[in-house]
């Protein structure tokens, strides 16, 4: 599985990753919700994890984004 974290705290990033890792997941890292746009248009990711709270555009806004896209809706 390829998984994108998304989080402004670069510490929980690297946690996260290496946690993934061990299990031979495919990481990849976003540190705000528009990088994780980009990251999801240029990947194929299957989860996204992402932080609620992110300064300019949080993960609320990043799911709700990604709802209305229906290239990623379910």
């Known amino acids: 599985m390829k998984f994108l974290i998304v989080d402004d705290d670069s510490d929980i990033l690297t946690m996260i990753s290496k946690l993934l890792s061990l299990k031979k997941h495919e990481v990849l890292t976003a540190d705000s919700a528009l990088s994780a ?3 999801i248009n240029q990947n194929d990711i299957d ?3 992402t932080d609620a ?3 300019e555009f949080s ?3 990043l799911i709700r984004s990604l709802k209305r896209n229906k290239n990623f809706a379910y």
């Open 59 to 61: 993960g609320f806004d």
């Open 53 to 55: 709270t992110m300064p």
């Open 37 to 39: 746009i980009d990251q």
């Open 47 to 49: 989860i996204v994890i």
